[in-house]
């Protein structure tokens, strides 16, 4: 069977984060808003400017600052 929804890593210059489940296939665009909504995200960003987002879909999702 095919899962429905996937566990996607949340990584910040490659330190893992968090985790964040979403539906199996989602959009960058998608995945990310939820990604900048985590407080996590929100307090490591503080005072920097994101410089790139690498994204594996269904994998994890990498915030380089």
């Given amino acids: ?12 210059n490659g ?6 489940t ?3 296939g989602s959009a960058q665009a998608a ?3 939820q ?4 407080e996590v995200v929100k307090q490591a960003l503080v005072g920097e400017k994101l410089k790139r987002a690498v994204f594996v879909p269904n994998r994890l999702i990498n915030l380089v600052i």
């Fill in 1 to 12: 069977t095919v899962d429905k929804s996937v566990e996607i890593v949340v990584q910040i």
């Fill in 15 to 20: 330190k893992v984060k968090g985790k964040i």
């Fill in 22 to 24: 979403m539906e199996s």
């Fill in 31 to 33: 995945v990310e808003a």
């Fill in 35 to 38: 990604v900048m909504a985590m």
